[in-house]
Structure formats: structure tokens, C-alpha cells
């Protein structure tokens, strides 16, 4: 079973990095790419939560707002069998399935979202 780590409305993307051997994470759906890294899942949810907060009060520092991460997130419902193949699909590529279908949908001289 797989579950979104979030904080404070920020969601994170975690793998495993044999180079590193570590845990290695980035805060979702941003612009801005912000990282963290621990050795197991008690220190990357600290790594995390540590990251959004210095985001956020690095903002509070500059006087900006703070990005919102799922302002521009779209929602697909689709049947079990259809997910199930694109996701048979995303995995041949090495990709979530967002991944994939970003750039399934993007045609030549699509300019960048």
C-alpha cells in the first residue's frame, strides 16, 4: 500500500537511493525544487518537515507568498482496468503514471507548463 506523506498541505515524492543509500524526497507539484534526505522513514519525515518549514519561513523572511503545491493539480477518475494499464505502461518507462501521462499528452512544439 502506498500513502502520500504531506505537512502542512505540502506532499512529498520519496525513493530510495542505492548510490546514496538513503532516503531521498522533494516536495511535490512545485516550481521551486526543494530536497531532503534521511536514512530511514522516522529521519525523511523529519527531513521534510524540516524543508517545508524553511521554505515557508524563508518566504516570511522575503515578504512573498508561498508557492501552493496542489492549486494546479488535476483530478482524473478512471476505471480499475484502465489505471491498471497505464500504469503497466508508466512502469515500462520507468515513471509514475503522472509522469507518463504528462508526457503522452504533450505534442510536438507544446510549449513547457
Not at 494499464?85 to 508526457?103: C, D, G, P
Amino acid at each position: 500500500m502506498s500513502k502520500t506523506m504531506t505537512y502542512k498541505g505540502y506532499a512529498a515524492k520519496i525513493e530510495y537511493s542505492g548510490e546514496e543509500e538513503c532516503l531521498v524526497g522533494c516536495i511535490s507539484d512545485m516550481s521551486q525544487i526543494i530536497n531532503f534526505r534521511g536514512a530511514s522513514v522516522n529521519e525523511i519525515r523529519q527531513a521534510f518537515e524540516k524543508a517545508v518549514d524553511a521554505y515557508l519561513q524563508g518566504c516570511a523572511e522575503k515578504n512573498l507568498k508561498p508557492e501552493k503545491p496542489s492549486s494546479n493539480r488535476e483530478v482524473v477518475r478512471m476505471s480499475p482496468a484502465l489505471h491498471s494499464v497505464l500504469a503497466l505502461a508508466a512502469r515500462q518507462e520507468n515513471k509514475s503514471i503522472n509522469e507518463w501521462i504528462t508526457e503522452v499528452r504533450k505534442k510536438p512544439g507544446d510549449r513547457e507548463d
